[in-house]
C-alpha cells in the first residue's frame, strides 16, 4: 500500500503515476485509506491542512506522485445573471455558512452546492434557475483556507499549543497582579484596606478622647 504522506506545492510541476478520485467529504480528511484509479491500495498521512482540491498532488512515502481528482457527485446548480445579482445570490447564500462553488459561462454566473431545500428555495426568490445533476464539487476555499490567520494553528500542528500558551500567559498575569497586590496587604489581601481605615479611625477616636480629657483638666 501506498502511504500518501506529502502534500506539494500548487507550482510544482512533478509527474503523477497515478491518481485518486474522491468526493468533497472525503478530500477534507488527512487521514483515509481508499483505492486509487489504477487500482492500487493506499492511504493518506496527511498534517491537518486545507481541503485536498481538484488536481492537488501527493508525495508517497516512496517517491511515487499521486494526483487528486474531484468525484461527480449530487450537486445543484444556481444559474443568475453576472453582475450584481450573482453577487447578492453569494451574499445571501454565504450567510449560511454553507461550502460554495462560483463560477460562469455562456449564460451568465452559477453558483454550486449540495442539495438543501432551504437554500434552493432562497437561490429561486433571488431569481436563480436551478439545475440538479452530477458534477465535481470544488468549493472556494475560503479567506483563510491556506494556514493564515484563525486556520494557522490547526495547519501548522502546533497554533493550537501557542493559543493555549498565550491563554496560560494571561492567567499567569492575573495571578501576578494578585500576588502584587497581595504584597501590600499580607495578612488579608481582599480586606487589608478595610482594616486599616479601622486602626486609624480607632487611633484618632483615642486622639480626641485624650484631647478631651486634657481640656478638661
Known amino acids: 500500500m501506498w502511504k500518501l504522506i506529502e502534500r506539494l506545492e500548487a507550482t510544482s510541476d512533478a509527474d503523477a503515476v497515478d ?3 474522491l468526493p468533497f467529504e472525503l478530500r477534507m480528511r488527512g487521514r483515509l485509506k481508499t483505492i486509487s484509479d489504477g487500482g492500487r491500495e493506499m492511504g493518506l ?10 488536481g492537488a498532488l501527493l508525495r508517497a512515502e ?6 487528486v481528482r474531484a468525484a461527480d457527485e449530487s450537486v445543484v446548480k444556481a444559474s443568475i445573471s453576472s453582475g450584481l445579482a450573482l453577487a447578492r445570490l ?3 447564500l454565504g ?3 454553507v461550502q460554495l462553488a462560483i463560477g460562469s459561462d455562456d449564460e451568465g454566473g452559477w453558483v454550486r452546492f449540495p442539495p438543501d431545500h432551504v437554500l434552493e428555495a432562497l437561490a429561486t426568490r433571488l431569481g436563480a434557475t436551478l439545475e440538479h445533476h452530477r458534477a465535481p464539487f470544488d468549493p472556494e476555499p475560503g479567506a483563510y483556507a491556506e494556514g493564515h490567520g484563525h486556520d494557522h494553528g490547526p495547519a501548522s500542528g502546533s497554533g493550537g499549543g501557542q493559543g493555549h500558551e498565550h491563554s496560560g500567559q494571561s492567567h499567569g498575569h492575573s ?3 494578585s500576588q502584587g497586590h497581595s504584597h501590600d496587604h499580607p495578612h488579608d489581601p481582599v ?9 486609624v479611625y480607632d487611633f484618632q477616636r483615642h486622639l480626641s478622647h485624650r484631647d478631651g ?3 478638661e483638666l
Do not use: M, W
Not at 516512496?62 to 494526483?67: D, K, L, M, Y
Not at 480586606?191 to 486602626?199: D, F, I, P
Open 175 to 177: 495571578h501576578g497582579y
Open 191 to 199: 480586606h487589608g484596606h478595610g482594616q486599616r481605615h479601622a486602626q
Open 90 to 92: 453569494c451574499y445571501h
Open 62 to 67: 516512496t517517491g511515487e506522485i499521486v494526483a
Open 213 to 215: 480629657l486634657k481640656h
Open 45 to 54: 498521512f496527511l498534517d491537518r491542512g486545507p481541503v485536498l482540491r481538484d
Open 19 to 21: 491518481s485518486v478520485t
Open 95 to 97: 450567510n449560511r455558512h
